[in-house]
C-alpha cells in the first residue's frame, strides 16, 4: 500500500510558479512510476506528466504544460514533485499525485495509488 499526500498548492498571478510536492509512503518507492494528474471545475480529470522508476528512462507530458512543467522525484525523500512555470488561468484545477508498480507499458494512464489533491489557482 503506498499513500500520497500533495502539498504546495495556492494562489498565483499568471506568468508565476509554484512547485508541487508529493510526499509518499510504503516499501519500494524506486519501483513505482509517478505523476500527475488535474481535475478542472465542470472537466474530466487529465493526464499532466509521469515519469518512470527510478532505473528507466523518460519524461511524458501533456501538450498543454510542455515546456512549462517539469516532473522530478527524489528517492531518498520518497518525494516526487511538479514544477510549474509560466502559469496561466487554464492551470487552474486540483492536482493530483499518482503513482503504480511500474510494469512499463503506457505511463499516461493506470494509475493505482492516488493523493487527496491540492488546489492550484492561476489569476489572470
Known amino acids: 500500500q503506498v499513500q500520497l499526500v500533495e502539498s504546495g498548492g495556492g494562489l498565483v498571478q499568471a506568468g508565476g510558479s509554484l512547485r508541487l510536492s508529493c510526499a509518499a509512503s510504503?516499501?519500494?518507492?524506486?519501483?513505482?512510476?509517478l505523476g500527475w494528474f488535474r481535475q478542472a471545475p465542470g472537466k474530466e480529470r487529465e493526464f499532466v506528466a509521469a515519469?518512470?522508476?527510478?532505473?528507466?528512462?523518460?519524461?511524458y507530458y501533456a501538450d498543454s504544460v510542455k515546456g512549462r512543467f517539469t516532473i522530478s522525484r527524489d528517492d531518498a525523500k520518497t518525494t516526487v514533485y511538479l514544477q510549474m512555470n509560466s502559469l496561466k488561468p487554464e492551470d487552474t484545477a486540483v492536482y493530483y499525485c499518482?503513482?503504480?508498480?511500474?510494469?512499463?507499458?503506457?505511463?499516461?494512464?493506470?494509475?493505482?495509488?492516488w493523493g487527496q489533491g491540492t488546489q492550484v489557482t492561476v489569476s489572470p
Open positions: 499518482v503513482a503504480r508498480w511500474d510494469y512499463g507499458g503506457n505511463y499516461y494512464s493506470g494509475y493505482r495509488y
Open positions: 510504503g516499501r519500494s518507492f524506486r519501483s513505482y512510476a
Open positions: 515519469m518512470p522508476w527510478s532505473g528507466g528512462t523518460g519524461l
